[in-house]
């Protein structure tokens, strides 16, 4: 046994479980794509199976079903893949990082700092571009953070989960109200009021082809950090007495979780939890190895948003729930289960 083994088993931590990752990777794909299938069969319009399969072999622009399909139900389940496993993926790399239970882009500040910033570039560039607004919100993710994690140093007692969420939370409820002031004053409440409810309704192909190599890119970066984001999770200092650059990965790794939120940010709203539930999720399935819990959070991440935006859709038919809404109830009570966990923990 190696010299990590021993001591992440001396301390109590899970061993990797290649064997149920494995598993994950390969039975949850098949559950997703058959969560994609079923997201692009069902909505306002009575399509068959068979309809699908036809609009992708044999595509018919004069076909309203096959337009649908092409169009607005296909770049909506990839969408909500893709963000899906962009924000479980950030929680599975902030929670690495800080040793944080409690972190996740919505909690520490980095969702609502890519809205606050969504909103200004609405307020002075009315019209941007798609790549203008994504751009705007990965400098509001990493201005959330930034303040989050300023907040949270203030304590003589260092960062503690606690403190961090409890900073994460006022200063989210702080960029929000500044937004919303913001949305008031230049008369876009209605434009900012899609990414505060989240949701995946008005994705494009535009949208997926602008998201899809962040993603993919933010993916591969995670994975190559993996094996650093492991040992940096058993504790800095055995980390640095290990050789690693605790410095580096945790600029790289903040540079990847400011990617992969603020993309998802400018394309599908506030949506939380997925970040916060997802990793712990995995964790528990396959141990405290970054290895397996990066990917298979993607795989996880990329269910839970897929299913959440089917069943946003059935709820009240024909209309739909916000998604972000979805999440919600699954993401909250689960909050209070971890936070109450880690007072216990502290007392």
Same mark, same amino acid.
């Given at each position: 046994?190696?010299?990590?083994?021993?001591?992440?088993?001396?301390?109590?931590?899970?061993?990797? +479980? #290649?064997?149920?990752?494995?598993?994950?990777?390969?039975?949850?794909?098949? *559950?997703?794509?058959?969560?994609?299938?079923?997201?692009?069969?069902?909505?306002?319009?009575?399509?068959?199976?068979? $309809?699908?399969?036809? %609009?992708?072999?044999?595509? &018919?622009?004069?076909?309203?079903?096959?337009?649908?399909? +092409?169009?607005?139900?296909?770049?909506?389940?990839?969408?909500?893949?893709?963000?899906?496993?962009?924000?479980?993926?950030?929680?599975?790399?902030?929670?690495?990082?800080?040793?944080?239970?409690?972190?996740?882009?919505?909690?520490?500040?980095?969702?609502?700092?890519?809205?606050?910033?969504?909103?200004?570039?609405?307020?002075?560039?009315?019209?941007?571009?798609?790549?203008?607004?994504?751009?705007?919100?990965?400098?509001?993710?990493? /201005?959330? @953070?930034?303040?989050?994690?300023?907040?949270? %140093?203030?304590?003589?007692?260092?960062?503690? #989960?606690?403190?961090?969420?409890?900073?994460?939370?006022?200063? $989210?409820?702080?960029?929000?109200? *500044?937004?919303?002031?913001?949305?008031?004053?230049?008369?876009?409440?209605?434009?900012?009021?899609?990414?505060? @409810?989240?949701?995946?309704?008005?994705?494009?192909? =535009?949208?997926?082809?602008?998201?899809?190599?962040?993603?993919?890119?933010? /993916?591969?970066?995670?994975?190559?950090?993996?094996?650093?984001?492991?040992?940096?999770?058993?504790?800095? &200092?055995?980390? +640095?007495?290990?050789?690693?650059?605790?410095?580096?990965?945790?600029?790289?790794?903040?540079?990847?979780?400011? /990617?992969?939120?603020?993309? @998802?940010?400018? =394309?599908?709203?506030?949506?939380?939890?997925?970040?916060?539930?997802?990793?712990?999720?995995?964790?528990?399935?396959?141990?405290?190895?970054?290895?397996?819990?990066?990917?298979?959070?993607?795989?996880?991440?990329?269910?839970?948003?897929?299913?959440?935006?089917?069943?946003?859709?059935?709820?009240?038919?024909?209309?739909?729930?916000?998604?972000?809404?979805?999440?919600?109830?699954?993401?909250? #009570?689960?909050? /209070?289960?971890?936070?109450?966990?880690?007072? +216990?923990?502290?007392?």
């Amino acid at each position: 046994m190696s010299f990590l083994n021993r001591f992440s088993a001396a301390k109590g931590y899970k061993q990797s +479980r #290649p064997m149920v990752a494995t598993f994950i990777l390969t039975g949850g794909l098949v *559950i997703l794509i058959l969560c994609i299938a079923f997201s692009i069969l069902y909505g306002s319009a009575d399509i068959k199976v068979s $309809t699908i399969w036809q %609009s992708l072999v044999q595509f &018919d622009t004069l076909q309203t079903s096959h337009q649908i399909i +092409r169009n607005l139900r296909i770049p909506r389940a990839l969408a909500a893949t893709l963000i899906g496993a962009a924000l479980a993926v950030s929680g599975s790399i902030m929670q690495g990082m800080t040793r944080n239970p409690l972190a996740s882009p919505s909690i520490m500040g980095v969702t609502a700092g890519a809205t606050f910033m969504m909103a200004i570039s609405f307020a002075l560039m009315p019209g941007a571009s798609n790549v203008i607004v994504m751009i705007w919100a990965f400098l509001g993710a990493g /201005l959330g @953070a930034g303040i989050v994690f300023g907040v949270g %140093s203030l304590s003589k007692s260092g960062l503690t #989960p606690v403190k961090l969420a409890l900073a994460g939370t006022a200063v $989210t409820a702080l960029l929000s109200s *500044i937004s919303s002031a913001i949305a008031i004053h230049f008369n876009i409440a209605k434009d900012l009021s899609f990414w505060y @409810a989240g949701g995946v309704a008005s994705v494009q192909w =535009i949208h997926v082809q602008l998201l899809a190599p962040i993603v993919v890119v933010g /993916l591969i970066v995670g994975l190559a950090l993996s094996s650093s984001i492991t040992v940096l999770n058993l504790g800095e &200092d055995l980390a +640095r007495g290990l050789g690693q650059k605790t410095f580096l990965v945790k600029i790289i790794g903040t540079l990847v979780v400011l /990617l992969l939120t603020g993309a @998802a940010v400018s =394309i599908a709203g506030t949506i939380g939890f997925i970040g916060l539930v997802i990793p712990h999720i995995t964790r528990f399935l396959v141990g405290t190895d970054y290895r397996w819990i990066i990917p298979c959070s993607a795989i996880l991440g990329g269910i839970l948003l897929v299913a959440a935006d089917t069943v946003s859709r059935m709820v009240n038919p024909p209309f739909e729930t916000p998604v972000g809404t979805i999440t919600a109830l699954v993401g909250v #009570p689960f909050f /209070l289960y971890l936070a109450r966990r880690e007072g +216990r923990a502290k007392q």
